[in-house]
């Protein structure tokens, strides 16, 4: 049985312009370090590290052999009821990096799986204190949070709720958006103008009364949209509002856990402390599909009622806490330890800042944002053609430059290692301006 595709039309890819793929594939068929290696041989150096998710480079030797190890070990064990030694012990890692007050992890296999789970988690605290009546929950325009249809739902960013608009979960509202390229125009870091758009919640809370609200979700910087990192003191306005309301706050640090903002959790970089937070990504290095849900304390306790055999939460996954994942997640959390991933990543974010701020006067760049090591540069869009400009400039970096690139429309976005090397930074740069030369 052959494991080369004789024929590529099989698979249905997400995410992707499948036709115009398929007529000149993009292939990987290996990895090392910060580099994928094509079917051959082609050496292309990632500057997406993974999709947010692969910090400390693809293949990591500590974290390939947990996993060879784990799969001859226990392969799989059900989670109902039973559970394996390393999802337990997993847990318990992910806690003791998180801020104060959290105390607990429910692990899901994605993103889209925390959030959705986070969402449930949220209206049924409420449940269970006897506050059955806060329903409604709020997202953000432009937010990203999945494609389930929780997370679609809260989520803000168009085309993918498009064609579900009629199905999306009822009770829903969102606050407005951050983004603002007349007032905040390549702002390094947060932004000063904007903190007064948090205010928004509150107009909702007063719209609906603020006893009707569950909780409230945001990502710390909204990554899919095209990184927009939050003016400065607005999560601290959103917390505020929250509390005076008993709405819960939710992070969605699916990107932004995990040292991608110099700090285990984008909570403490911030100072702004969520009731829940949803992961994923970075938790296992994107080497097994792995999500996680925290919550404090006080989320946990109000479950832990009623007869002791009675289940809690009706809620979970096949493979919640997969102990491969949980083997990969727990290796992971070794590497970030003994390497200083997040010291590295931080003292990493100045150099990547000034990189791309280097690319303020180009004439086709009309926005620059980033945070800690979440980057993007906008460029102006082709007249009638919005979108063509950044898919040209991501497959010419593909082939012309052995180079990965991701572009959400025409805004590139960037993604460094957390243990990037400088001088691969600066001449993967130099390769983009190149390409963005070269495209009309
Ligand atoms: C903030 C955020 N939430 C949720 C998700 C969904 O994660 P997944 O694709 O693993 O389902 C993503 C994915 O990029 C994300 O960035």
Not at 109 to 122: F, M, R
Not at 123 to 139: D, P, Q, S, V, W
Not at 169 to 182: A, F, M, Q, Y
Not at 307 to 318: C, D
Request: net charge negative; charged share 20%.
């Amino acid at each position: 049985m052959s494991t080369v595709a004789t024929d590529i039309d099989a698979l249905w890819m997400p995410f992707t312009a499948n036709r115009d793929f398929k007529k000149n594939p993009r292939i990987i068929s290996g990895a090392e370090g910060h580099h994928y290696i094509a079917a051959d041989g082609t050496r292309l150096y990632d500057m997406f590290s993974g999709l947010w998710t692969s910090g400390v480079g693809h293949c990591h030797p500590k974290i390939v052999a947990a996993v060879q190890k784990q799969v001859a070990e226990l392969d799989y064990c059900m989670s109902f009821q039973m559970g394996n030694d390393k999802a337990f012990a997993l847990a318990e890692r992910v806690i003791d990096m998180a801020p104060d007050g959290f105390s607990n992890a429910f692990f899901t296999n994605s993103g889209s799986e925390s959030v959705d789970t986070a969402l449930k988690i949220a209206l049924a605290y409420h449940r269970a204190r006897g506050e059955g009546n806060r329903t409604r929950l709020i997202g953000r325009e432009k937010g990203y949070h999945g494609v389930n249809f929780g997370g679609m739902s809260v989520g803000g960013i168009v085309p993918n709720r498009k064609v579900f608009s009629a199905n999306l979960i009822p009770g829903v509202d969102h606050i407005r958006h951050t983004l603002n390229i007349n007032e905040n125009a390549f702002s390094r870091k947060q932004p000063e103008w904007g903190t007064h758009l948090a205010d928004d919640l509150q107009r909702l809370a007063e719209l609906h009364d603020g006893s009707n609200i569950a909780a409230v979700i945001v990502e710390p910087v909204a990554g899919s949209a095209g990184v927009l990192p939050p003016p400065a003191g607005y999560l601290e306005r959103l917390r505020e509002i929250c509390d005076q309301h008993g709405i819960l706050l939710i992070f969605d640090e699916v990107i932004t856990a995990f040292g991608r903002l110099g700090t285990a959790f984008g909570a403490q970089r911030f100072g702004v402390t969520p009731d829940i937070i949803t992961s994923a990504k970075g938790l296992t290095n994107g080497v097994v599909p792995m999500g996680c849900v925290l919550v404090q304390e006080h989320i946990h306790d109000a479950f832990m009622q009623g007869p002791e055999h009675m289940v809690e939460l009706f809620h979970g996954y096949t493979y919640s806490g997969h102990p491969l994942a949980a083997a990969a997640g727990l290796a992971v959390m070794d590497v970030y330890e003994e390497e200083g991933t997040f010291e590295q990543a931080a003292a990493l974010e100045q150099t990547f800042e000034d990189i791309l701020h280097s690319f303020k006067d180009h004439e086709k760049v009309i926005d620059i944002r980033n945070f800690g090591l979440m980057g993007s540069i906008e460029l102006a869009p082709r007249k009638g053609d919005p979108g063509a400009r950044g898919l040209e400039i991501h497959k010419k970096c593909f082939w012309d430059e052995k180079l990965v690139v991701r572009n959400g429309m025409d805004v590139l976005q960037f993604s460094p290692f957390l243990n990037s090397n400088v001088d691969d930074m600066q001449q993967s740069f130099e390769a983009i301006r190149r390409v963005i030369d070269s495209v009309d």
